[in-house]
């Protein structure tokens, strides 16, 4: 079949590490890069944000990516970025009148709200996976949460006018219905993991040391919600342990980055500042020598809408100690893969390290499962088969159903709404 994606911010081609990529990045262009080993037609539509990019990229995993105008052609905080959605919309309604697909899968709340404007009347279906939720992002930062005002609005309509709506863990789904989605139109398929990149077996990255026996390690964009501080204060209570931050800008800017300084600090007041070592964005290619040269990933964030580091951790063997929150309460599965703690406790995050830092037998153990289980059910395949199995159904349903479904008359006029405010914010 063919089918177009839309990732307004995450592009497939962006490297991964900065404030606004991450996972969003690497699940579409693993996903679409599996749904084309099957057979599938993908086009993955994102924003131009930068005038150099070519308006379609023939990316060597079997997929194009088109790059639309949406607002100005420069990098853009994801955040500023709902105004252009009804320029982004435009352009998807002039592709698709040229080159029709037969399923529309949106990443991301603003993807939602551009991909059913451009599919207004046509009877293309509309499949919609959030990645994350206003209502968890603004029940946990509450202020601090950078999301442009309508978000929460934005979601309710496109729960509603989506033909089908992909979870990716359980949790997501309570949060789903509690929005108003109907739980018969939600679909629970969870990300994946490259099980030929990450494997237990292979090099070792060389990496700077604090000389210590133990070695702790956190992957991730460096953002206050992922815990990192957490992990910090929780070294404070462990001996001859050592933690390697990767993530955030390249090395050569670590010293100016506001949140590198942040952590810094806390790593100062707790008198492990010589057993902290920030490396900074890594290499996609060298990710899995960086996990295979670690005894634990720890992932404590407050929320986690998925969270695919500690697949990719488990896919190479490497144990998870992980916050009980979102996704990773069904990745990992705790005193199996790893264990789950409470998030924003690092006096209990420490007593857990410190068992299994004395126990190698059950780090092995963990290890042996975690490569399991990753294999099983989380391999970029079987998730893409799963995928396609949405797609199928969806059609199947649509097939003899007039232009506009899945969205009442009242709720395309809520969507035309959101698009001429969008519109008069602009102006």
């Known amino acids: 079949m063919k089918v177009a994606m839309v990732s307004e911010h995450a592009s497939p081609l962006a490297s991964v590490g ?27 539509y994102t924003r131009r944000d930068s005038p150099a990019l070519p308006d379609r ?22 955040d500023d970025l709902l105004p252009h959605m009804s320029e982004l ?33 046509t009877g293309i279906p509309v499949v919609q996976t959030f990645h994350a939720l206003g209502t968890v992002k603004r029940r946990h930062q ?8 309508d978000r929460i609005r934005v979601e309710r309509a496109v729960c509603h006018d989506a033909a089908r709506i992909i979870a990716t863990c359980s949790d997501e789904v309570f ?6 989605a109907r739980r018969t139109a939600v679909s ?36 206050a919600r992922k815990g990192v501080d957490d992990v910090i204060r929780a070294l404070a209570s462990l001996r001859n342990t050592e933690l390697l931050v990767a993530g955030g800008p390249e090395p050569s800017e670590l010293d100016s980055d506001p949140e590198v300084r942040r952590l810094r600090a806390v790593a100062e007041q707790h008198g492990v500042a010589d057993r902290v070592v920030f490396l900074g964005r890594v290499g996609r290619t060298q990710m899995p020598s960086l996990l295979r040269a670690a005894d634990l990933l720890v992932t404590v964030p407050w929320y986690e809408p998925f969270g695919i580091v500690p697949l990719e951790a488990m896919a190479c063997g490497l144990p998870v100690v992980a916050s009980a ?74 097939s003899g159903a007039a232009p506009g479904l899945g969205a009442e008359d009242g709720d395309d006029l809520e969507i035309d709404l959101l698009a001429e405010s969008s519109r008069e914010a602009v102006r």
Not at 58 to 78: F, I, Q
Not at 366 to 372: F, M, V
């Open 142 to 149: 509450g202020a601090a949460d950078t999301s442009p005002e």
């Open 18 to 44: 900065g404030i606004d990529s991450g996972g969003q990045n690497v699940h579409v262009a693993a996903l679409a890069a599996a749904l084309a080993r099957r057979g599938h037609d993908v086009t993955v």
């Open 188 to 223: 629970v398929v969870p990300c994946g993991v490259d099980v030929d990149h990450f494997t237990p077996t292979g090099a070792t990255l060389e990496l700077p040391t604090a000389g210590q026996a133990y070695r702790l390690l956190v992957v991730g964009r460096l953002v």
């Open 57 to 78: 990229v023939e990316v060597s995993d079997g997929y194009a990516v088109e790059h639309l105008s949406a607002g100005p052609a420069a990098e853009m905080p994801k």
């Open 175 to 180: 949060e789903l219905v509690r929005m108003g």
């Open 325 to 398: 929150v979102g996704g990773l309460q069904d990745t990992v599965v705790d005193g199996t893969t790893g264990a789950l703690v409470p998030p924003r406790r690092p006096d209990q995050l420490a007593q857990v390290l410190r068992h299994l830092l004395s126990d190698p037998m059950r780090r092995e153990g963990y290890g042996l499962a975690g490569i399991d289980r990753a294999r099983a059910r989380y391999n970029w395949d079987r998730v893409a088969l799963d995928t396609e199995a949405v797609y199928a159904d969806v059609l199947h349903q649509t």
């Open 89 to 121: 919309a435009a352009g998807l309604a002039a592709r698709f009148a040229q080159d029709r697909p037969d399923v529309v899968h949106a990443h991301f709340w603003m993807s939602g709200l551009a991909a059913l404007l451009a599919a207004q009347g």
